[in-house]
């Protein structure tokens, strides 16, 4: 029996042997063919992965349309309600208007009245412009009137110094008559009534020469009186020629004053007008109703907000890309968006990269000229637009997360 088992020992060890080799073996195949496998599979994701560029620091974004009120005012009506749907043009608030439409009502008989103004005063133009004409055609008349009383004085003023100079000329042949007379009737030579006679001629002509200077005395007063007249005249017909512009200006003011009154009456019309309007308050833009604070019976204020509209129709994403990895990206490369609400990847493009690192852009910006500088890896927005025509678009929201994927390479 022991020789059997001694016998059958040798045999089931040599059997043994061979199996564990072929079994390290195999394991070590098996190794090596997944150590292939996963160096293939990370040269493979390598390859594939230096051709695109992702982030999940992204979200979507829109514009976010504030509604305020731009008079003060107290709500009558409410439109609209959170999260509804609103088309531009649609009405969301009403004012109470009247205490608008009282001064509306004010501005238009403001402006009634400046019309009235400017009608009663743009006819007395024309008759400025007749009164001036008159008043000078009328002191012409009287200076030429004038002017020719004057040439008759100055005419009657000449006569009468020929006429003295005339009488003076026959008092002197008289008085020479006279001294010769007194000779010959000292001598009897001529009879004393002859004498008389020449005596009562020197006389006679001697009255005639005071009867002509003082009528040259009157002629010359006459003729100084014309010449009076006649710049008294003139002076009245310069006076006429110099008011008549003045007058007529002074017309011309009194309308341009009216009608800049009508002006400030029609803009204070279209201001009350205005202001009118405003108390019906329209969506702005087509969108989705959020953060609704417009109550009914609230008084609000110039420029309170009283709700806002998101433009859920025109939505980018907003990525905040490394900046280590900007190097390959640039304006309209395509895009690979993932939206995590949606589970659902849409297409798009590179829009444009931001102008700054979010912390230069921040309210408290870092300062690092203080010494206490620490090197950190900033990051920067790269708008990223959706391509149009995609189903699901309707659905992003503003602030959904989404990992976009950008091809660097093609």
Do not use: C
């Not at 022991?2 to 042997?17: G, L």
């Not at 009562?200 to 006459?222: G, N």
């Not at 014309?226 to 017309?251: F, M, W």
């Not at 309007?277 to 417009?294: E, L, N």
């Amino acid at each position: 029996m022991s020789q059997v088992a001694e016998e059958i020992k040798p045999a089931e060890v040599k059997t043994e042997k061979p199996s564990n080799t072929k079994g390290r073996a195999r394991a070590f195949g098996i190794f090596f063919v997944i150590l292939l496998l996963l160096a293939t599979g990370g040269l493979l994701y390598w390859l594939h992965a230096r051709q695109f560029e992702e982030t999940d620091d992204a979200e979507v974004e829109a514009h976010l349309n504030p509604v305020t009120s731009r008079i003060d005012g107290t709500i009558i009506r409410v439109y609209v309600d959170n999260n509804q749907t609103v088309k531009a043009g649609e009405p969301l608030v009403d004012l109470d208007p009247r205490d608008l439409q009282v001064a509306l009502d004010q501005a238009q008989a403001q402006l009634s009245q400046a019309h009235s103004m400017i009608a009663e005063q743009v006819p007395n133009i024309a008759i400025t412009q007749v009164q001036s004409s008159t008043s000078i055609s009328t002191s012409q008349a009287d200076v030429d009137t004038a002017k020719a009383a004057e040439a008759v004085a100055a005419q009657d003023q000449a006569t009468a110094a020929a006429r003295l100079a005339e009488a003076k000329a026959n008092l002197s042949k008289a008085q020479q008559d006279l001294d010769r007379y007194k000779i010959l009737i000292a001598k009897e030579e001529i009879p004393q009534q002859e004498f008389d006679q020449t005596a009562a001629t020197v006389k006679a002509q001697a009255a005639a020469v005071d009867a002509d200077d003082a009528a040259l005395e009157a002629a010359a007063r006459t003729v100084d009186q014309r010449k009076s007249e006649t710049a008294a005249a003139v002076s009245r017909l310069a006076q006429a020629r110099r008011n008549a512009p003045g007058e007529l200006a002074i017309r011309r003011a009194f309308v341009s004053a009216e009608m800049a009154s009508e002006q400030n009456a029609k803009a204070q019309l279209e201001q009350a007008q205005l202001k009118l309007s405003y108390t019906h308050i329209p969506a702005p833009v087509s969108g989705i109703v959020m953060k609704r604070s417009a109550e009914v019976g609230a008084h609000i204020s110039a420029g309170q907000q009283l709700m806002t509209i998101a433009q859920v129709d025109d939505v980018w994403v907003t990525a905040n890309f490394k900046e280590t990895q900007l190097e390959s990206i640039r304006p309209n490369q395509t895009v690979s968006i993932h939206v995590d609400a949606l589970k659902k990847d849409f297409e798009g493009y590179v829009e444009d990269i931001g102008a700054s690192t979010g912390a230069i852009s921040s309210v408290l910006p870092p300062e690092n000229a203080t010494g206490n500088y620490v090197k950190v890896v900033q990051r920067i927005p790269v708008r990223i637009r959706f391509k149009k025509d995609q189903q699901g678009l309707e659905m992003l929201r503003p602030g959904m997360s989404v990992v976009p994927e950008v091809r660097v390479r093609n």
